[in-house]
């Protein structure tokens, strides 16, 4: 397991390198740079951080100065199956943080952590978009909205039983639950039966 | 000059004009579908998806339209069809899911039935069908900066030339700079970035500073956590941003233009990116535009996503590769902005609002408005209203006006509380204040600020304190920690909020809020620091007495402080067999008592409020309440009757 992720370190390091020699060594493009990793790599490891800083030829803490300082970037790696929890402000008067808090309490980490067998990670973002639709959640990229707290188990529980169908690794947790008739479908849930908004008012 | 100038003009505009033609007489039918941010988010792309496939498996002919967002979120996904053999005119369908999309391509544009049960609107007034140009949400808007938006491809230039668009860049091109100057003077423009700065005064300052190497900057950043007609409209039609940047560029003398939008908004880089290399191609940017010996170059910076770098000290610095801090003013950035050197920084809108002003002339714009602030303003209307959206209304509309009329009022015959305006440096308005008219001296009077035009809607189930916690809880994580008011005062301020909303308030608190709120407006150098207090602030002066709730009876008026509410089941209402309340109870807080029926533990309750949604109308057994003192105590029998974990 150990050499796997090492080996897998060491082809970021690598391609971070030869990336970088696309980059001017100016410090403009410091920012560009940090988030063209970001893109490739999903996150910023002390190594890339390192790495950066030689390039440009300034000190490690510039970097990480600049890096810890705007929310883009991130510095663990992010789960196969991002969570995003939108906590604008329409999704915030609409409780979206009680849907933060559930999947929270249901995957047993944090906000801006990562489940241990990396499948899941949660984190909070600012207006997706759909405040019509508050509280939405985006998972795996699929925005679901009119989000509620017992519609947290059932998303999570979708992709762990499509996990364990095609064989992949186990979810490592010990969330179970009887509500497994669920659909395993990942579909948008922004169709649900709400009622259709009326003209006008009420 | 001008004839070359005309003649490279009119021939893009002449092959615009002729894809138009072939695309309008092409027969069939056309199916336009929003497909912004928002509308990909309700599921438009599944939409499209669906017409394609159903389209192919009728063996039916019709032409796919994509365009940008017409502001209906509340409609999303919005598809419009044009089926002219039909013999109705075109026709506005809301909340198309892939299900109804079908539905259409089989019914209506095989067999010609509209379905009258999903029609919203006709588009046109005509004599079948109610159009929506009857709704107030759509005749009550004025549309400038957004009146293009949702009608058009944003990916295809020649869809934007053939609306008349960059004809206002060949009459600037017409006039010198400074009559373009005294045009946007005239017209009595400020920048719609929050604080209302003429733009024709800050265009001059920067032509007047020396040497040629200027910038133009256009302000994308976006920082509100709940707005986003920024993005919606460089998502939706990003030529007109375009064209507002080159005219400003033509009039101060910039050769570079920067468009700083944030990385958090990937389609949005994605088409203004796109956008920039299709008008380079026309020659409308680059070298020699349009065949004259104007240059400009646009490039586009992704902020990574700091709210204090819309502040445009803080955003110079960060293109520069720096923490995004602001910097003492003056030298304003008009004389000594990036790299050293002068540069423009104006808002999305601002510069949207160009090409229509230029196009239309001084006098126009000035006819729109009121006397002070001209033109119209977008606001995202979000909350407890029925239609939330992109609205953009006349300067000087009432408030009342705007969320009672075009806004559909607030639904489920709850009672209007307040209205928050400007986000996180804005402030929280009561009824009192609903005919104030809408400009930006107006709002400021009041407390309130124009600011990003983020617009909350509550109504009596929301908290004031909370939400004046949760800009607060936003605005101290955003400070960029220069000043130690800002960094730390916010701190505190957030501190005694969060005891308040907690039921730990003292009364000295509220003292201490106003006090502290002073200091910090007088003890920061940028807007962030200056305006963070407004929320609190203003939510103190109208709402006091949800404050001393809070702290002298630990009660929460809206039942959303966590802490001050509690749920329980009312005995007598409860059906004793149902199970849906301990079924949807996300921490197993509920158990059945002694006769079956069921009861909350408080001790596991998270008070999400999910029984409470669940229990069957008939019943509505489950109760909210607050101070959470006032719930019955219920003891969980030792050995329970049923178990059902
Ligand atoms: C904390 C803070 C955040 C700001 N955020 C934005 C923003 O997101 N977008 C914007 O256009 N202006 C923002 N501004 C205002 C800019 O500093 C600047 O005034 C504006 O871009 C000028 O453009 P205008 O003249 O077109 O309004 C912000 C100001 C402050 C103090
Ligand atoms: S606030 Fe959540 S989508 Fe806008």
Known sequence: MDEAILAEEEAIHKDICSSLTDYEKNRGNLIPILQMIQQRHAYLSPDAIKTVAEHLNIPVCEVYGVATFYNQFRFNPPGRHPIRVCLGTACHVRAGDIILENFERKLGIREGETTADREFSVERVACVGCCALAPVAVVDEVVQGRMAPSKVEGLILRIRMKNERSGVRGSGSEVTSEKSDDNTNLEPLTSNPEPPFQKGAE | MTETLHQVYDAIREKAEQRRKVFRETPGPKIHIGMATCGIASGAVETKKAFEESLAELGLAAQIHTVGCIGHCYAEPVVIIEHPDSGFPPIFYHQVTPGKARMLTKLFLEEGDPRFEHVYGAVELNEMIPSVMEFPRFNQEKRIIMQKCGRIDPEDIYDYIAEGGYSALVRAFQRSP??????????????????????????????????????????????????????????????????????????????????????????????????????????????????????????????????????????????????????????????????????????????????????????????????????????SVVGSVLNPGLVEIPMGVTLRTLIFEICGGI???????????????????????????????????????????????????????????????????????????????????????????????????????????????????????????????????????????????????????????????????????????????????VFSTKNRKKAIDQSLCVKCGECLVACPPDYKAVVKISPPGLAPVIERPENPPESHE
């Open chain 2, 178 to 379: 400074e009559e373009v100057i005294a045009e946007i003077r005239d017209s009595g423009l400020r920048g719609r970035g929050g604080a209302g700065f003429p733009t024709g005064r800050k265009w001059e300052m920067a032509r007047q500073s020396a040497g040629s190497d200027k910038t133009v900057v256009c302000n994308a950043d976006e920082g509100d956590p709940g707005a986003y007609m920024d993005r919606t409209l460089l998502e939706s039609n990003p030529h007109q941003v375009l064209e507002g940047m080159i005219i400003c560029a033509y009039a101060v003398g910039a050769k570079k233009g920067m468009v700083y939008v944030r990385a958090e908004y990937p389609l949005a880089v994605k088409l203004v990116t796109q956008a920039i290399r299709q008008a380079k191609e026309v020659k409308l940017l680059g070298k020699g535009i349009l065949g004259t010996d104007i240059d400009l170059e646009i490039e586009v910076f992704q902020g990574s996503g700091a709210f204090v770098c819309g502040e445009e000290t803080a955003l110079i610095q960060s293109i520069e590769g720096k923490r995004g801090m602001p910097k003492h003013r003056p030298p304003y950035p008009v004389e000594s902005g990036l790299r050293g050197l002068p540069t423009v920084i104006n808002n999305v809108k601002t510069l949207a609002t160009i090409p229509p002003i230029l196009e239309q002339g001084a006098e126009w714009f000035r006819s729109i408005g009121t006397e002070k602030s001209p033109g119209t303003a977008v606001f």
């Open chain 2, 411 to 589: 639904p489920n015959k709850k009672k209007f509380k307040a209205v928050q305006i400007g986000g996180p440096s804005g402030g929280c308005l009561p009824e009192e204040f609903l005919d104030t008219p809408i400009d930006f001296d107006s709002l400021t009077q009041a407390g309130a600020m124009m600011g990003s035009g983020g617009m909350v809607v509550m109504d009596a189930d929301t908290c004031v304190v909370d939400v004046s916690r949760y800009f607060l809880d936003f605005t101290q994580k955003e400070s960029c920690g220069k000043c130690t008011f800002c960094r730390i005062g916010t701190w505190h301020l957030l501190d005694i909020l969060k005891r308040i909303t907690k039921g730990e308030g003292v009364e000295d608190d509220l003292l201490q809020l106003e006090r502290l709120s002073e200091d910090i407006k007088n003890g920061s150098l940028c807007g962030l620091g200056k305006t963070a207090p407004n929320p609190v602030l203003t939510s103190l002066r109208y709402f006091r007495e949800e404050y001393d709730a809070h702290v002298k009876e630990k009660r929460c008026p809206g039942m959303t402080c966590r802490t001050l509410t509690a749920y329980y089941i009312d005995l007598d209402r409860c059906a004793r067999g149902c199970d849906i309340c301990g079924g949807c109870c996300p921490v197993t807080a």
